[in-house]
C-alpha cells in the first residue's frame, strides 16, 4: 500500500516562498503519475501541477510561473518549490498518486488513486 506524507506547509507573507515535501512510500515497482491538488474552504478541489514518470509535467493556470514540480526518485520524495506566494494560494495542498498509468493532468485528479492527509499553507497579505 503506498503511503504519501507531506511536509513543508506553514505561514508567510504575500511574496515569500515555501517548499513542499511529499515522502512516499510502499512502492512495488513502477513510479506513474504523481501531483499536488488544494483545496481551501468552501472551494472545489484545485489542481496544482502534476509529474508523469516520463518527467511531463503540467501547472495550473493560477500557479504557472510561479510553482514548479520535481521529484527525487533516489529520495522516494515529491516537492512543489512555491515562489512569489498570493494570499489566494491559501489551502490545505495534498500530494497524490496514481496506482497505475493514468491521465497525468491537473484536471484528472479522480484519476489517483493514493492521497496524504495534506499540509496547510496559509498566506498573508
Known amino acids: 500500500q503506498v503511503q504519501l506524507v507531506e511536509s513543508g506547509g506553514g505561514s508567510v507573507q504575500s511574496g515569500g516562498s515555501l517548499r513542499l515535501s511529499c515522502a512516499a512510500s510502499g512502492y512495488s515497482g513502477r513510479r506513474y503519475c504523481m501531483g499536488w491538488f488544494r483545496q481551501a474552504p468552501g472551494k472545489e478541489r484545485e489542481g496544482v501541477a502534476t509529474i508523469d514518470s516520463d518527467g511531463t509535467t503540467t501547472y495550473g493556470d493560477s500557479v504557472k510561473g510561479r510553482f514548479t514540480i520535481s521529484q527525487d526518485n533516489a529520495k522516494n520524495t515529491l516537492y512543489l518549490q512555491m515562489n512569489s506566494l498570493k494570499p489566494e494560494d491559501t489551502a490545505m495542498y495534498y500530494c497524490?498518486?496514481?496506482?497505475?498509468?493514468?491521465?497525468?493532468?491537473?484536471?484528472?485528479?479522480?484519476?489517483?488513486?493514493?492521497w496524504g492527509q495534506g499540509t496547510q499553507v496559509t498566506v498573508s497579505s
Open positions: 497524490a498518486a496514481a496506482g497505475g498509468p493514468s491521465r497525468c493532468d491537473v484536471g484528472g485528479y479522480h484519476a489517483l488513486s493514493y
